[in-house]
């Protein structure tokens, strides 16, 4: 599968990616109650520095570039559905949170870990390539490269159906 | 290239390659709910496939209420008879709310077994790590896909090697006090997403109950599972249990690959306490001595076997509670419960003015016994002190003889020099 967007990259006022964003900032813990999921979206990243008006900027297809740790806390689920309700179509991160990691493959969110992203040179706004078989990532704005670990046949699987129930009911077939 | 223990069970339940970091699809063995996370695994069951729903082989699946049991609110007994409903109908078998905790119960009846893979709604189901089995924790729509289709997916973590060095420990240190040490050393994040191999003299000395303590609180270091190789009393048990002669015990390749070996002096353990508001907060009981004890809670899956209890008891033989300090007592099953009450312990524990409730996880979830008022402070033979775990006052984590010997002199005190001066020692 090939997937190419305009890339959001979670940097701090210096331009260094921020790690540790936590599920507390990418959806807060005052929005828990919401249970419906088209109503996640306008929340997500409001409670990270830089990027409240995330959800006002981020266009259905477009990518997010993040650090180590993302989405470590809590287990909620909506730290992962606020992305897709956003139309988010993958998250690059150099490591995820365990926890978000299996909520976000659970819910067929791509996501993937890329331990040396910064050697894209990427900047809010670029477009960029992504080869989930092979795990290649490349940026249409510099021509620059880099290496992803490529999803696994169990992640492909899962998104393939949907996510981990609509999955179930593959095999079962 | 020789494997180790998680690695050696994971390849009996996939077709997958096991590497660590690779992601496998894990057959497994058991699956369960319990009171906790079960109503919701029932509701997603429902809600994807249907009021017929089947699941994958109801023999192998269980309900264990263990943490409100029985039900103290509406909602609670709604959520049990919920599960119950849909239990009976595919005739799963529910250890329902007289049995005592789930992963205490899977250990005494056999529903794990060394080299098995099991799941359930709790988080600290890894504790089965203490009999060479892997337990796993997961959150309602992995354990409803688990009840579904008897799998899970799982990345394969890789292993630290934990060898304790110096010579065992003996009463009034205990296993608690190795625990938290340990804890002590690698910090809440020292086994991030990895596995962990216990061994060493004092592990080959240990009995079941301290392995279960030691096990249950690699959650609070950060790790998947924490395993201890079963020693030929514990492969016995689950012979017995089982009915089953062919059961071997999983051990690790001499040749395994580990990401890295850590070696934790032992010789000179005291006893420990984890304070406020963080598990691994951890210091010698004797830095906090002094500090006042308005309550104790003795029991939780780290330290609710008859064992723990027993070593609880050591003290209240001798000594009554203080005026004013609430001593709760929680057997962690009903067959637990059985042992007290038929070899006079229970009658020590009233004698000396414990509580004494029926079996359960007890305040850890909320439940009938073992909440803090705010300002109480307890001193908590469970796994957890985060803020408002246990209620709104502050908990400290300590052996059951500590919580013991807190709840006779209402203050913190380390038992050594207690049970010194008083000539016990």
Redesign the interface.
């Known amino acids: 599968m090939k997937i190419k967007g305009r890339v959001w990259v979670l940097t701090d006022k210096s331009g260094n990616l921020i790690n540790d964003i936590d599920t507390d900032m990418i959806f807060h813990n005052r929005y828990l109650a919401i249970t419906d999921i088209n109503e996640m979206g306008k929340y997500a990243l409001d409670n990270l520095e830089g990027w409240e008006d995330f959800s006002s900027k981020a266009k259905k297809g477009d990518i997010i570039i993040a650090g180590e740790n993302f989405g470590s806390g809590s287990?909620r689920?909506q730290a992962v559905d606020c992305f897709k309700a956003l139309g988010i179509a993958l998250i690059i991160a150099k490591s995820f949170g365990?926890?978000y990691?299996?909520?976000a493959?659970?819910?067929a969110l791509p996501v993937l870990e890329a331990n040396d992203v910064e050697i894209l040179r990427a900047q809010s706004g670029d477009v960029i390539e992504v080869y989930t078989e092979t795990g290649l990532i490349k940026n249409l704005n510099n021509g620059s490269e880099v290496s992803a670990?490529p999803f696994?046949?169990?992640?492909k699987d899962?998104l393939d159906a949907g996510g981990?129930?609509?999955?179930?009911?593959k095999?079962?077939e | 290239m020789g494997k180790t223990i998680i690695e050696k069970i994971f390849e009996n339940h996939t077709e997958d390659e096991v590497k660590p970091g690779n992601i496998i699809w894990l057959d497994i063995d058991t699956r369960t709910a319990r009171d906790f996370g079960g109503p919701n695994v029932v509701k997603k069951l429902y809600e994807y496939y249907g009021e017929d729903v089947q699941v994958d082989d109801p023999s192998r699946t269980f309900f264990t209420f263990d943490t409100v049991a029985p039900a103290k609110t509406i909602p609670y007994a709604n959520n049990q008879h919920f599960c119950r409903q849909f239990a009976k109908k595919r005739g799963i078998k529910v250890f329902d709310v007289d049995s005592g905790i789930g992963s205490h119960v899977a250990i005494e009846k056999g529903l794990c077994w060394p080299g098995s893979t099991f799941v359930g709604t709790d988080s600290h189901l890894n504790i089965l790590g203490a009999v060479g089995a892997f337990g796993q924790g997961m959150g309602d729509a992995d354990i409803a896909f688990a009840f579904k289709t008897g799998k899970t997916w799982f990345e394969v973590p890789s292993t630290i090697k934990i060898i304790f060095k110096g010579k065992p420990y003996k009463f009034p240190v205990t296993a608690k006090d190795l625990t938290l040490f340990t804890l002590r050393q690698l910090g809440s994040k020292g086994a991030l997403g990895r596995a962990i191999e216990f061994y060493g003299e004092v592990i080959d000395n240990m009995s079941l109950f301290e392995r279960i303590t030691l096990s249950s609180m690699v959650t609070e270091m950060g790790g998947i599972i924490g395993f201890i190789t079963p020693d030929e009393k514990i492969i016995e048990h689950f012979k017995k249990v089982k009915n089953n002669p062919e059961i071997k015990p999983v051990i690790a390749d001499d040749d395994a690959e580990y990401e890295k070996v850590i070696e934790i002096d032992i010789s000179n353990l005291k006893p420990q306490i984890a304070c406020p508001p963080k598990p691994d907060n951890v210091k010698d009981v004797r830095e906090v001595e002094g500090i006042t004890v308005d309550s104790v809670f003795i029991g939780s899956c780290t330290n609710g076997r008859y064992e723990d209890i027993s070593l609880a008891a050591e003290i209240f033989k001798r000594f009554k509670v203080k005026e004013g300090v609430m001593a709760k007592v929680v057997p962690s099953t009903r067959e637990v419960f059985g042992r007290l009450l038929k070899d006079g312990t229970l009658d020590i524990l009233y004698e000396a003015g414990v509580i004494v409730s029926n079996p359960g996880c007890g305040g850890c979830a909320s439940g009938q016994i073992g909440m803090t008022g705010k300002g109480e402070v307890q001193i908590s033979t469970s796994n957890r002190n985060f803020k408002g775990k246990q209620g709104d006052g502050d908990t400290y984590l300590a052996s059951p003889v500590v919580a013991a010997v807190c709840a006779v002199t209402g203050e913190i005190t380390d038992p050594v020099e207690f049970l010194k001066q008083k000539g016990v020692l």
């Open positions: 287990s689920q365990a926890i990691k299996r909520n493959i659970n819910s670990r696994s046949t169990v992640q899962i981990l129930l609509e999955f179930a009911k095999i079962k």
